[in-house]
């Protein structure tokens, strides 16, 4: 087995840590941070009162995963051993994660975005099947392969959120 962190309305605790590493007040609001592009742009730039450069942006690579390449941008490996995937929603991009990375590298955090298959760079299979949920996942843990990494916390917005929650089902 393998353990993997799904972060959901249920599991306030790891979402208090994450915000905590990050320096963020967090009110009971919590899980509505993220929903829409403007909350999730105050959780990076508000980091200790840092500002953030999207320009900044890491440059992409393609890994092998899974039968296909996915586009990833990585930021933080200094901080190896402490991963986490963000995840991002429909109809967006790797880069909707702008606002995030430095302040979660900032935070001591190997930051792992990846475009998923079908978006960016990524490969676009022409099979229907081959974006399943189970094919989606397992890039994830394919990508965690790749790093060397035995469990990660995986963070998703919208689209992202449904792949993440998949994770459980491998």
Not at 49 to 66: E, H, K, Q, T
Not at 148 to 155: H, I, K, M, N, S
Request: net charge negative.
């Amino acid at each position: 087995g393998r353990a993997v962190a799904v972060l959901g309305l249920w599991d306030r605790s790891a979402f208090l840590q994450i915000a905590s590493d990050l320096g963020l007040y967090v009110s009971t609001m919590l899980p509505i941070v993220g929903a829409t592009g403007r909350s999730r742009h105050e959780i990076g730039t508000r980091l200790k009162g840092a500002s953030v450069n999207p320009s900044d942006f890491p440059r992409p690579v393609l890994i092998p995963v899974n039968g296909v390449e996915l586009e990833v941008f990585e930021a933080g490996r200094h901080n190896a051993g402490k991963p986490i995937v963000l995840c991002h929603g429909w109809p967006e991009h790797a880069y909707s994660w702008r606002y995030q990375v430095p302040a979660l590298v900032e935070a001591g955090y190997h930051v792992i975005v990846p475009n998923q298959r079908g978006y960016g760079n990524s490969s676009r299979p022409t099979e229907v099947t081959d974006y399943d949920i189970e094919h989606l996942a397992g890039d994830l843990i394919a990508l965690l392969d790749h790093y060397g990494y035995d469990d990660a916390t995986f963070v998703g917005h919208d689209w992202g959120a449904f792949v993440v929650w998949g994770l459980t089902l491998l």
